[in-house]
């Protein structure tokens, strides 16, 4: 029987360097594809017109060398530009707190660089997440936490339909960071001691408030940082600087802890209330993605998870008139945040999830 091949997504960190060798362990004909997303990275600005590589293509290089496996390049800066960074940047211009990674999962890497490894005739797209694919009884396919709780990212993988479920490998889904760190260093990955990154890869130094004054000046006006009922209380340097459940920052002083809890693009206001304004019975919700089931029916209740690292909330669904979809909480929970997502988990099981419109109090 032939070997299947499997192209590994190698951003050059340990995750998906270890990847690639446990595929090839297992017998896959494996290679790589780095991709090319953006010039201004984490910690560094890279000139591609004038040959210069950034660090995430470098490292990979290196280990595709010690692998023996074949490195790809795939250039997918204009794509990423309009898919992620436009996306990125106008959310926060609407006044909402957007999930980059949530929208480049099913976009790019597992859009555009399936198909570019369909081109290269793998069978396969592996990458290093903590995760994991099932499949039920029906036949359908299912996203699966990670075993190691502190780093399972099922969330982020919740808009990824049946046809590319099929063809996707999760190796480290069954393994915890540390085993992962162990086994690179037992066959000298070079990136084995490489330092782990949460940042949004595009943005230097994680300054997104930075990011935003050089790239959408625009949306940043000066106005009022105001409670419920209107009154003035400080001023702001611009609506996208603030985020919903903020206390800290805020320049103003009251006899009460007080806490963003809307964001007002339209009246170009910040508003602020006690702890209590924060929180919310439930929230609308739109562009439903489900992976367990086709459709929804009115009333199934699951774990809600409202933002990557929140605990999950038990929840009861339902679909408006509208189409939008209702999320009813059975405790109230904090900071609903318009732009994040909603996810939903039966056990470890990811059922879908959905883009969060708005907070509901009733």
């Known amino acids: ?92 211009a609407k006044g909402r707190t957007p999930n980059p990674c949530v929208i480049c999962n099913p976009s790019m890497k597992f859009g555009l660089l399936m198909d570019k490894a369909r081109e290269l005739g793998a069978d396969f797209l592996a990458t290093g997440h903590y995760a994991r694919i099932g499949q039920l009884p029906n036949g359908r396919y299912v996203i699966k936490k990670g075993l190691d709780e502190h780093k399972d990212q099922s969330y982020a993988l919740h808009r990824l339909p049946q046809k590319i479920l099929s063809q996707v490998l999760l190796p480290l889904g069954d393994m915890t960071k540390e085993h992962v760190r162990e086994l690179a260093e037992k066959i000298d990955l070079p990136v084995a001691h490489k330092a782990e990154s949460q940042e949004i890869c595009f943005v230097p130094h994680d300054d997104y408030k930075a990011f935003l004054r050089k790239h959408k000046p625009g949306c940043l006006r000066k106005g009022n940082i105001v409670d419920d009922a209107g009154t003035v209380l400080g001023r702001h340097e611009g609506v996208p600087l603030y985020t919903i459940g903020q206390r800290k920052g805020l320049g103003i002083a009251a006899p009460e802890p007080l806490y963003v809890h809307k964001l007002d693009m339209k009246r170009n206001e910040v508003v602020v209330g006690g702890n209590q304004s924060v929180f919310t019975n439930g929230l609308l919700a739109s562009e439903p993605n489900w992976i367990a089931f086709d459709a929804l029916e009115d009333g199934m209740e699951f774990g809600a998870k409202i933002r990557y690292g929140k605990r999950e909330a038990k929840a009861k669904l339902s679909l408006q008139a509208d189409g939008l979809l209702r999320v009813e909480f059975a405790e109230p929970q904090r900071a609903v945040t318009p732009g994040q997502f909603v996810v939903f988990y039966e056990g470890d099981v990811l059922v879908g999830g959905a883009m969060i419109e708005q907070p509901i109090i009733y």
């Open 1 to 92: 029987m032939d070997k299947k091949t499997v192209a590994v997504a190698m951003s050059g960190g340990v995750d998906s360097s270890l990847t690639a060798a446990l595929l090839l362990e297992q017998g896959y004909e494996v290679l790589g594809i780095t991709m090319l997303l953006t010039e201004e990275g984490r910690s560094e600005t890279v000139n591609v017109a004038a040959g210069e590589e950034p660090d995430c293509v470098r490292d990979a290089r290196k280990v595709a060398d010690a692998l023996g496996i074949e490195l790809h390049v795939a250039d997918f800066r204009q794509a990423f530009q309009k898919n992620v960074i436009d996306y990125f940047l106008s959310e926060y």
